[in-house]
């Protein structure tokens, strides 16, 4: 008797069903620049177009992380897309590039067309908020390999800067300021913490409970996508000019923020200098950990950091207002090493 591949847990129909179903998606995020269809073998994308003197493209990747799982027990899947295309946008920007396209890498043990396509609906909303084209990706059936009803995902992100407006830090000098950006909440960092704090079954009375200080329910707060800042920080750097710019992700303010200071130059933050967001003071109180600790897990409601001489402060603020963007000054560089909570 003959074993077939749907046998061993692999059915084909279903991963063409899955393309069929997610198409208007992908397609939505296309612009001229995108080369022939979904269902190539590559992804094409023209930069003819692009008139810069020294071209460089700027490559980031990330996932979603331990985050799924919160999708998973709500069963809502049209957000976690937005947080993979966040992840990698918010990364590649901060050297000045602009995103060109983003490829997405979807994982599970048994295929269903409508979860994938939902997925995707999600992705494809990042990349319409940071102006770029999904041009393909990956969706593999692993029977098996996931329990039922789970996946993983991940993707990549594609930009280009030209090379003498690359952003890198290098002029930053004691005396400058940081400037920071609200974040929509935790982002897509330090679930393994907040799955500790909240738990992650279904039904938990924790997460369904309605909090009077979130003003929602904990799951729908802990499943807030990733705020895409490509615009807000694309149109910024148009007008004003930016020393450095941090996304703050896995490892906080700690481990983030000195990634962009030259040697010898470190950072005073003023905690108290904008307001943070209820969710981090229930995980502060539940935790018992101390404010570095804190700083050095979650984005503790800041989601980017820009670092200006003092003289761009007032532009920079204005610009980042105009954008939609909560913006706070929230510390300065001082000559020493890392960051210190003040």
């Known amino acids: 008797m003959a074993i077939s591949y749907k046998d061993s847990g692999v059915d084909v129909e279903r991963g063409y069903k899955a393309v069929e179903l997610m198409k208007k998606h992908v397609q939505s995020t296309f612009d001229k620049n995108v080369l022939g269809d979904i269902g ?3 992804g094409f994308y023209s930069i003819a177009g692009e008139k810069m003197q020294e071209p460089v493209l700027v490559a980031g990747t990330d996932g979603v992380g331990t985050k799924l799982r919160y999708a998973f027990v709500a069963d809502k899947h ?3 897309g937005i947080d993979a295309v966040a992840m990698c946008v ?6 000045g590039a602009r995103p060109l396209f983003f490829l997405d890498y979807f994982a599970t043990g048994k295929l269903s067309p409508e979860t994938v396509a939902t997925v995707v609906s999600g992705v494809a909303e990042g990349c319409r908020q940071s102006g770029c084209a999904l041009i393909g990706g990956e969706t593999a059936e692993m029977p098996g390999f996931y329990p039922d009803g789970e996946y993983d995902m991940a993707g990549f992100a594609v930009g280009i800067v030209d090379k ?4 890198n830090g290098k002029e930053i000098k004691e005396g400058d300021v940081l400037i920071g ?3 929509s909440g935790v982002h897509s960092n330090g679930y393994s913490l907040v799955r500790k704090l ?3 079954y279904k039904n938990s009375p924790e997460l369904e409970r309605f909090d009077d200080r979130l003003k929602d329910k904990v799951l729908n707060v802990l499943l807030t996508p990733t705020k895409i800042y490509v615009k807000s920080v694309l149109s910024l750097i148009s007008k004003v000019k930016v020393k450095g710019i941090a996304h703050i992700t896995g490892g906080g303010f700690i481990e983030n923020i000195p990634r962009i200071f030259p040697e010898g130059i470190g950072c005073e933050i003023k905690t108290d200098s904008y307001p ?14 101390e404010n570095r600790q804190l700083y050095n897990t979650f984005n503790m409601g800041i989601g980017m950091v820009f670092c200006v001489s003092p003289e761009n402060v007032d532009k920079t603020i204005e610009s980042l207002t105009e954008s939609g963007e909560k913006a706070y000054v929230i510390g300065k560089t001082v000559k020493g090493k890392g960051v210190e909570l003040k």
Do not use: R, Y
């Not at 918010?90 to 050297?95: A, L, M, P, S, Y």
């Open 40 to 42: 190539s073998f590559g």
């Open 78 to 80: 049209n957000t976690v």
């Open 90 to 95: 918010n990364d590649i920007v901060c050297q």
């Open 164 to 167: 003498k407006d690359v952003i």
């Open 181 to 183: 950006i609200a974040s």
């Open 198 to 200: 909240f738990g992650d």
């Open 276 to 289: 943070l967001p209820a969710i981090f003071e229930i995980m502060k109180e539940k935790s018992g950990l």
